[in-house]
């Protein structure tokens, strides 16, 4: 299994970045997927899930209202939108995938993860 995050980069405050997650591999629309981040010196922060569908989505308050996470199951790929960044968004960005339809809770429900994207945003 193979979960290819891209799309990170340096961006302003204010700006905006589209994160993409490929999946190869997997059977793409048996997972639930989601987004993490990790900020040097603090713990993984669960972001966003989408279930296998694509119908139901969750987000963490932290990030409600500026990203969104969403997903095509043809191309076996999720995303996620962010917008109005701020500096406390910096971090290393993760995508992970859990096997079936219950709804991951956190980064301990997550079966595969991928290797991460560096978002950096400078004021």
């Known amino acids: 299994v193979q979960l290819q995050a891209s799309g990170g980069g340096l961006v302003q405050v204010g700006g905006s970045l589209r994160l993409s997650c490929a999946a190869s591999e997997i059977t793409f629309n048996k997972y639930a997927m989601a987004w993490f981040r990790q900020a040097p010196g603090k713990a993984r922060e669960m972001l966003a899930v989408i279930n296998r569908s694509g119908s139901t989505t969750v987000y963490a308050d932290s990030v409600k209202g500026r990203f969104t996470i969403s997903r095509d199951n043809a191309k076996d790929t999720v995303y996620l939108q962010m917008n109005s960044l701020n500096s406390e968004d910096t971090a290393i960005y993760y995508c992970?995938?859990?096997?079936?339809?219950?709804?991951?809770?956190?980064?301990?429900?997550?079966?595969?993860w991928g290797k991460g994207t560096q978002v950096t945003v400078s004021s």
């Open positions: 992970a995938a859990k096997f079936g339809g219950d709804q991951p809770n956190n980064a301990n429900d997550m079966d595969y």
